[in-house]
C-alpha cells in the first residue's frame, strides 16, 4: 500500500493513530498506522490485510454492529470487552495478518465507517 492512498479516520485523535484504508483496484487494503515509522524504509513490507472491494458492504456491517464477527475471505473483526479489537486477515502472498487496536483507534474507525470515510474514495 505504499503508493496507494490511504484514510485514517477523521475522529483520529492527535497522534493519527488508527485504522488505515486504502482502495488498489477492486482491492481493499487495511493497515494498522501505529506501524508506519517501522516500514518507513520499506513501505512495500508494511502489513497489510487485502481482500475485494465486494466484501466491503458486509465488512462495513460488521463494523457497524458492535459484535465480533467475520466475512469469509475478507476479515474477522474480534471485539474484546475492554474495548479494544483484534482484526484478523491475510496479506496479498497469503499469509495471516493481525493487528491489534486500542479503545481510541476502535472508536474512530467505527464512527468514520458509519459515516462513510473508507467507503469508495
Known sequence: ????K?????YSGGEQTCV????????VLIQDSKQDADCVDIPAEQPTIVFADSHWPAVRDLALSSSS??????????????GTAAFRGIDAHDQP?????????MDAWTK???DGEFDKP
Not at 488505515?20 to 482491492?27: C, I, K, P, S, Y
Not at 464477527?69 to 475492554?82: F, K, M, P, T
Open 69 to 82: 464477527g467475520e466475512v469469509q475471505g475478507a476479515i474477522a473483526i474480534e471485539l474484546h470487552a475492554d
Open 97 to 105: 495478518v493481525r493487528f491489534e487496536f486500542d479503545i481510541d483507534e
Open 20 to 27: 488505515a484504508v486504502g482502495r488498489e483496484g477492486n482491492l
Open 112 to 114: 468514520g465507517v458509519a
Open 6 to 10: 490511504r484514510k485514517i479516520s477523521s
Open 1 to 4: 500500500m505504499s503508493t496507494v
